[in-house]
């Protein structure tokens, strides 16, 4: 790809600028803005459409080059303090995680262009290193001698003393709770007492900050400043660095009562935490009288086990002290810091929708997408809410590339893209959080500041029979510009951040195929909307699944964190809790806010080998549902067709759960069937693991296609299946499932009220039918 690019918003409004920032390895680039309809290029579909709209954006632009610098450390800016020449002593408590990879900054203040400053390193033999050099050639480096053990927690110490006496300590700090092993004694191999004499003194260079898990390898004019390089992989906790040499007792005492003439700096990880979370994840705080606070770089995991945690509580904002550790990652990434390279003033009169900025050069394209809202007090009667916390939570997904269960999950070899491709070279561009960091922790935060290569029409998903999330959205898109209906669009981060104030102009509400990452703020949001006569089509399965947040300080980011249900990987003990809110992560669930709850359906079964078909229920036959079915056969199967693996009930699949907590009023329109063995009822739902659970012989393998009234004339219907939207351009948009939705619209967006839903005895019959 010799061109790629992302911009500096996602949602935006007529008269407001979006920054598009580029990197290009040609002379130069072409961007203009086009209008994206349809990204599916499947030969069975409409195929590829976009229409280009008349922009100020219609130019060449010289290329440059712009590179990402992935990896989580801290910067603390230099202050005289930190200039030590003679006696020091530094101290922090570390638990790697690969410590036999290479090179590794701990706390460091040290410049590698010129071999200058000092600092604690893990050492390319995978030891404890303290490194001295004084910036003209001269570099000593003291080694401990034994390997550190990955996941367990370590004091490590280093001390010069005005006689020049090196002490190197690395002691092993077992608990029955905080790491890997329990019997400390098994650990005794590793522990290292090393003493010696400075060859050198350390250069202290005023403009090189001190940085935690890593070091600094460059300064620049970019816009990154710090150059930072031997990123470490793993925790710490509590450094301290002091204007002498301690005695081992002293060593101890300085990790929970930091004092004394000579403390120049005392960092406690812990002291951001309040009663509602991190106050500021980025805000790194110095205890000592100095007060040299740092700061974060490029999401380090906070809200993680310290190494003094006892294992009794679970949620960190209750025992900040045993929380007092961040977990550092080679490759985090909260924003690729790229210069923007153009901008767009979006016309007041574009109309509300999605489009992209569309860059060439010579035989290669890029599409960077941003929404488009309508001007306030213009909105129409229906509006499509993209879910965009669900495109940042699979941006990037390396799951192809590094899950040797992928072919089994999909019942073939996946088939990768050119974007594939890159994420593999390009690691750099930051992962999802179906992927675990380089680690093997799991990928907690996602940011969109970054080049995402999966959130682009055309883009076809090795995971799918044909298209998922965004792309797949674009289906719904098309539908609707091709039926002529007038439609706005809205994100999740709109709908998050501005709350049920942003959904009052309209009269229906329209999700995407996937909604399935959000937050307490848009679930309310939803919840209040419904409450008082807002009508909303859920068109798709699996959503308001994964419980997520927004950094505070960085609407850009979100997190989560994985441990009950189907996910690719689970929190550590501890660290279930969301670290930008403290809340509580994992299922929505497991918080008493089951999807059932909201939209009558909710995850049952997933497979990824084809999909399959609807049969009505006798309620849709001539009963309470037969009003959404006007004009479509009454005993013939709905949707065995579509661009999603051939039909409209696939990929994961929703269901009516009474216990869970679908309404007494919901009835069962109509419901799936005949899904193969590669369908199987997800974890969720199973208490033992046991034979049975496939398509083709569990009843609750199926999707539900439900509808209920909600208060004050208002109204749900869902769907149930991600790949139901993938059949609505069948036979030129003249089909069974292209007339439900539109029977059931047109209904909803009617000055009637939502018709009336079942009544047990009907409710009863539904489900009889379906199973």
């Not at 005492?253 to 009663?275: C, K, Y």
Request: proline share 6%.
């Amino acid at each position: 790809m010799k061109v790629i690019g992302y911009s500096d918003q996602l949602s935006i409004r007529p008269g407001q600028q979006v920054g598009f920032l580029v990197s290009c390895d040609t002379e130069q680039y072409h961007a203009d803005i086009v209008k994206l309809i349809h990204g599916d290029t499947n030969p069975d579909g409409p195929g590829f459409k976009i229409d280009p709209v008349h922009t100020e954006v219609d130019a060449d632009f010289p290329g440059q080059v712009q590179r990402v610098h992935a990896g989580s450390h801290i910067l603390v800016d230099d202050h005289p303090t930190l200039q030590v020449d003679t006696t020091f002593t530094l101290q922090v408590l570390i638990a790697p995680t690969t410590p036999h990879e290479g090179v590794q900054g701990l706390v460091t203040k040290w410049h590698e262009g010129r071999q200058s400053g000092y600092g604690l390193f893990i050492g390319d033999d995978g030891c404890l290193q303290l490194w001295l050099g004084d910036g003209s050639g001269e570099v000593q480096k003291v080694t401990s001698g034994k390997p550190l053990l990955a996941g367990t927690w370590y004091l490590a110490s280093g001390s010069v003393n005005t006689e020049g006496e090196i002490q190197l300590r690395q002691e092993p700090f077992v608990t029955p709770a905080n790491g890997r092993f329990t019997i400390a004694s098994s650990l005794e191999s590793t522990t290292a007492v090393i003493t010696g004499r400075a060859r050198t003194a350390p250069a202290s260079d005023s403009d090189v900050p001190l940085v935690m898990a890593g070091y600094v390898e460059a300064l620049t004019d970019e816009l990154i400043g710090v150059v930072v390089a031997g990123h470490y992989n793993g925790k710490l906790d509590r450094p301290r660095i002091h204007r002498e040499a301690l005695s081992p007792r002293q060593i101890v005492s300085q990790v929970d009562a930091p004092s004394g003439a000579t403390l120049a700096a005392a960092w406690n990880f812990q002291e951001e935490i309040t009663d509602s979370g991190i106050r500021d994840t980025r805000r790194i705080t110095d205890v000592s009288p100095n007060r040299l606070h740092g700061r974060t770089v490029n999401v380090p995991t906070r809200a993680v086990t310290g190494y003094n945690w006892l294992a009794r509580e679970q949620n960190f904002i209750h025992a900040p002290e045993q929380y007092g550790a961040i977990h550092f990652h080679d490759d985090d990434l909260d924003d690729a810091r790229w210069r923007v390279s153009f901008t767009l003033t979006v016309p007041e009169n574009l109309a509300s929708g999605l489009y992209a900025a569309r860059l060439r050069a010579d035989d290669d394209t890029d599409y960077v997408p941003f929404y488009v809202r309508p001007r306030k007090g213009q909105e129409k009667k229906i509006c499509f809410l993209a879910p965009t916390a669900s495109y940042m939570a699979y941006a990037n997904d390396h799951v192809a590339l590094s899950t040797p269960l992928a072919q089994l999950l999909i019942a073939r070899a996946p088939v990768l893209q050119q974007q594939n491709i890159v994420l593999s070279e390009r690691r750099e561009f930051g992962r999802s959080t179906y992927d675990a960091h380089s680690d093997g922790s799991g990928v907690a935060y996602s940011t969109r500041l970054r080049p995402i290569l999966n959130m682009r029409p055309g883009f076809r998903h090795w995971l799918s029979p044909s298209l998922w999330q965004f792309n797949a959205d674009l289906h719904l898109i098309d539908w609707l510009i091709e039926k002529e209906y007038d439609f706005d669009v809205m994100t999740d981060e709109d709908l998050h951040h501005e709350g049920m104030s942003a959904l009052k102009p309209y009269r229906v509400i329209l999700t995407g195929s996937h909604p399935e990452y959000y937050s307490e703020q848009m679930l309310d949001a939803l919840n209040g909307y419904l409450d008082t006569g807002g009508r909303m089509m859920y068109l798709g399965a699996n959503g308001f699944y994964w419980v997520i947040n927004y950094d505070p300080e960085n609407k850009n980011i979100i997190e989560v964190r994985k441990g009950h249900g189907s996910n690719a990987w689970r929190c550590k003990p501890g660290e279930f809790h969301l670290s930008f809110t403290g809340e509580y992560g994992t299922l929505w669930r497991h918080r008493g806010r089951a999807p059932q709850r909201l939209v009558g359906v909710g995850f049952v079964a997933q497979g990824f080998d084809v999909s399959s078909y609807y049969r009505p229920t006798p309620d849709s036959l001539n009963g309470v549902a037969s009003w959404m079915f006007e004009g479509i056969e009454k005993n013939g199967k709905l949707g065995d067709f579509g661009l999603v693996g051939d039909g409209a009930a696939g990929l994961e699949l929703d269901i009516y759960d009474a216990e869970l907590g679908t309404p007494p009023e919901t009835v069962i329109a109509a419901a799936s069937q005949d899904h193969t063995d590669i369908y199987l009822e997800v974890l969720d739902e199973l208490y033992f693991n046991a034979p049975g659970t496939g398509g083709t012989e569990n009843p609750r393998v199926r999707a539900d296609i439900v509808y209920f009234p909600t208060p004050n004339g208002g109204g749900v219907w869902s769907a149930s299946s991600i790949a139901y939207c993938g059949s609505l351009s069948h036979n030129n948009y003249d089909n069974n499932v292209s007339r439900l939705v539109g029977n059931v619209l047109n209904r909803f967006l009617s000055d009637e009220p939502a018709p009336l839903g079942a009544g047990s005895e009907k409710q009863s019959a539904g489900v009889t039918q379906a199973s």
